[in-house]
C-alpha cells in the first residue's frame, strides 16, 4: 500500500526529468541558459492561470472561460494604452476591475441559479472570445515599449540584475525555512506527525538547490524575470490561502463533500464566489503577461490556455471532482506542460502534432485522476 503514494510522488519528477533529457538529445539549445529563462517566462504565465484553476476544481467546480478571459482583458488594456493614450497603470487597473467583476458575476449566476459551472463558463467562453474580437476590432494590437507603455510591456521584459536575483533567492530560502521549521513545531505540538530530520534536510537540500540553480541559470542569461516574480507571489499566496486560512478550509470541504459542509455551517455559496473572484484576478494577471508576452493583442490571445491550466493541476494531483491538490503539485504540473511545450516549439514541430500531444497529455492526466480517485475510495 505505501508504494501507490511514493509512486505518485515521484512520477512528476520523473516525468519532467523525462521531458527534459528526451529535449535536451534532440536539441542541445534545450538547457542552454537563454531557452531556460524563456521557458520560466512561460512557465510563469502557465503557473499562474494554473494557480487561479487549482482553487476552482478544490471546489468540484470548473472554468472553461479562463482562456478567453486571458484574451479579453490583455485587449481592453492594450486598447485603453495604444489606442486611448491611457497611462499604462491606470489602463490595468481597469482590466482588472472589468475581470474581477466579470467572474465575480459568473461566481454569482452559478450558485444562485444553481447552474452547473461547466455550462456557464462554457458560454462565458464564447461570450468572452466575442467581446474580445469587438474590442481589438478583429485587429492587431501592438504592445512596445515606450514612454508611456513601459509598466505593460516591462511585465515580460524585465530581469532583475543579478545581484538582486541572488539576493532574493536568499530572503525567499530563509522564509521557507521559517516556515517550515514553524510548521514542524506546531505539528509536533499537536501530536501530530512530521517527517524525519532526514526527509526534512533533504528537501531543504533540493528546494535550496532548485531555488539557486534557477538563479544562476537565469543570471547567466538576463537574469530572474519579472514573471517569475509575479507566479511566486501569486503562489505564495495561493498557499497561505488553502493551507493556513478559514476559506482555505472551506474550499476543500466543500470539493470533498458540499452536503457535509452545508450542514456544518459552511457558507458555501459565499466561498464558491470567493473561488470565481480569486479566479478573475489570475485571469488578469495572466492576460496582461500574455498579451505582453506576445508582443501584442490578436484574436489568438488565449486560446486553448484554459486547456492547459486544467492539465497543469491534474497532472499535478488536482482531483476534478475536489478536495484533493496542492499548490506545489500545481506548479510542477504547470513546469511539465511548460517543458512540453517549449521543447516541441524548439523542435519546429507542426502545429497537428502540438494540437494532439495537448490533447494525449490532458486525457493521460484525466484517466489518471479517475484511476486515482478510484484507487482512494
Same mark, same amino acid.
Not at 30 to 56: C, D, H, K, W, Y
Not at 121 to 140: D, E
Not at 313 to 341: D, E, P, Q, Y
Given at each position: 500500500?505505501?508504494?501507490?503514494?511514493?509512486?505518485?510522488?515521484?512520477?512528476?519528477?520523473?516525468?519532467? =526529468?523525462?521531458?527534459? +533529457?528526451?529535449?535536451?538529445?534532440?536539441? @542541445?539549445?534545450?538547457?542552454?541558459?537563454?531557452?531556460?529563462?524563456?521557458?520560466?517566462?512561460?512557465?510563469?504565465?502557465?503557473?499562474?492561470?494554473?494557480?487561479?484553476?487549482?482553487?476552482?476544481?478544490?471546489?468540484?467546480?470548473?472554468?472553461?472561460?479562463?482562456?478567453? #478571459?486571458?484574451?479579453?482583458?490583455?485587449?481592453?488594456?492594450?486598447?485603453?494604452?495604444?489606442?486611448?493614450?491611457?497611462?499604462?497603470?491606470?489602463?490595468?487597473?481597469?482590466?482588472?476591475?472589468?475581470?474581477?467583476?466579470?467572474?465575480?458575476?459568473?461566481?454569482?449566476?452559478?450558485?444562485?441559479?444553481?447552474?452547473? @459551472?461547466?455550462?456557464?463558463?462554457?458560454?462565458?467562453?464564447?461570450?468572452?472570445?466575442?467581446?474580445?474580437?469587438?474590442?481589438?476590432?478583429?485587429?492587431?494590437?501592438?504592445?512596445? !515599449?515606450?514612454?508611456?507603455?513601459?509598466?505593460?510591456?516591462?511585465?515580460?521584459?524585465?530581469?532583475?540584475?543579478? @545581484?538582486?536575483?541572488?539576493?532574493?533567492?536568499?530572503?525567499?530560502?530563509?522564509?521557507?525555512?521559517?516556515?517550515?521549521?514553524?510548521?514542524?513545531?506546531?505539528?509536533?505540538?499537536?501530536?501530530?506527525?512530521?517527517?524525519?530530520?532526514?526527509?526534512?534536510?533533504?528537501?531543504?537540500?533540493?528546494?535550496?538547490?532548485?531555488?539557486?540553480?534557477?538563479?544562476?541559470?537565469?543570471?547567466?542569461?538576463?537574469?530572474?524575470?519579472?514573471?517569475?516574480?509575479?507566479?511566486?507571489?501569486?503562489?505564495?499566496?495561493?498557499?497561505?490561502?488553502?493551507?493556513?486560512?478559514?476559506?482555505? !478550509?472551506?474550499?476543500?470541504?466543500?470539493?470533498?463533500?458540499?452536503?457535509?459542509? +452545508?450542514?456544518?455551517? /459552511?457558507?458555501?455559496?459565499?466561498?464558491?464566489? #470567493?473561488?470565481?473572484?480569486?479566479?478573475?484576478?489570475?485571469?488578469?494577471?495572466? #492576460?496582461?503577461?500574455?498579451?505582453?508576452?506576445?508582443?501584442? @493583442?490578436?484574436?489568438?490571445?488565449?486560446?486553448?490556455?484554459?486547456?492547459?491550466?486544467?492539465?497543469?493541476?491534474?497532472?499535478?494531483?488536482?482531483?476534478?471532482?475536489?478536495?484533493?491538490?496542492?499548490?506545489?503539485?500545481? =506548479?510542477?504540473?504547470?513546469?511539465?506542460?511548460?517543458?512540453?511545450?517549449?521543447?516541441?516549439?524548439?523542435?519546429?514541430?507542426?502545429?497537428?502534432?502540438?494540437? /494532439?500531444?495537448?490533447?494525449?497529455?490532458?486525457?493521460?492526466?484525466?484517466?489518471?485522476?479517475?484511476?486515482?480517485?478510484?484507487?482512494? !475510495?
Amino acid at each position: 500500500m505505501k508504494t501507490r503514494p511514493q509512486l505518485q510522488h515521484f512520477a512528476m519528477p520523473l516525468a519532467l =526529468i523525462g521531458i527534459c +533529457v528526451f529535449f535536451a538529445l534532440r536539441e @542541445s539549445a534545450f538547457l542552454g541558459p537563454r531557452n531556460l529563462t524563456q521557458l520560466i517566462v512561460e512557465f510563469s504565465i502557465t503557473g499562474t492561470l494554473a494557480l487561479g484553476m487549482f482553487m476552482i476544481l478544490l471546489t468540484g467546480q470548473i472554468d472553461l472561460s479562463v482562456g478567453s #478571459g486571458v484574451g479579453l482583458v490583455g485587449g481592453i488594456a492594450a486598447v485603453l494604452v495604444f489606442q486611448q493614450g491611457w497611462p499604462a497603470p491606470v489602463a490595468m487597473l481597469a482590466a482588472f476591475a472589468v475581470a474581477i467583476l466579470l467572474w465575480t458575476l459568473m461566481g454569482t449566476l452559478i450558485v444562485r441559479q444553481r447552474i452547473p @459551472s461547466f455550462i456557464i463558463t462554457l458560454g462565458g467562453l464564447l461570450i468572452f472570445k466575442g467581446l474580445f474580437w469587438l474590442v481589438i476590432q478583429n485587429s492587431t494590437i501592438p504592445v512596445s !515599449r515606450g514612454d508611456q507603455d513601459n509598466l505593460y510591456s516591462l511585465l515580460t521584459t524585465y530581469y532583475l540584475p543579478a @545581484s538582486i536575483g541572488l539576493g532574493l533567492a536568499a530572503i525567499v530560502l530563509a522564509t521557507l525555512g521559517v516556515m517550515a521549521w514553524r510548521g514542524r513545531v506546531t505539528r509536533a505540538a499537536h501530536g501530530l506527525p512530521v517527517r524525519s530530520t532526514g526527509k526534512e534536510a533533504a528537501l531543504w537540500l533540493a528546494t535550496t538547490v532548485g531555488v539557486l540553480g534557477v538563479v544562476l541559470i537565469c543570471n547567466q542569461s538576463r537574469g530572474v524575470p519579472l514573471t517569475l516574480l509575479i507566479l511566486s507571489a501569486t503562489a505564495g499566496a495561493v498557499a497561505f490561502l488553502t493551507q493556513h486560512t478559514p476559506f482555505g !478550509r472551506y474550499l476543500y470541504a466543500i470539493g470533498g463533500n458540499e452536503e457535509a459542509a +452545508v450542514l456544518s455551517g /459552511i457558507a458555501v455559496n459565499r466561498v464558491l464566489v #470567493g473561488a470565481y473572484l480569486l479566479m478573475g484576478v489570475t485571469v488578469a494577471l495572466t #492576460g496582461f503577461m500574455t498579451t505582453a508576452y506576445s508582443g501584442a @493583442s490578436t484574436t489568438t490571445v488565449g486560446d486553448l490556455m484554459e486547456l492547459d491550466a486544467i492539465a497543469a493541476c491534474v497532472i499535478g494531483g488536482t482531483a476534478l471532482r475536489g478536495g484533493r491538490g496542492s499548490v506545489w503539485g500545481v =506548479i510542477f504540473g504547470a513546469l511539465i506542460m511548460t517543458a512540453l511545450l517549449n521543447g516541441m516549439t524548439l523542435l519546429a514541430v507542426s502545429p497537428e502534432i502540438k494540437f /494532439i500531444a495537448r490533447g494525449a497529455v490532458l486525457t493521460i492526466a484525466v484517466w489518471m485522476d479517475v484511476k486515482l480517485g478510484r484507487a482512494s !475510495r
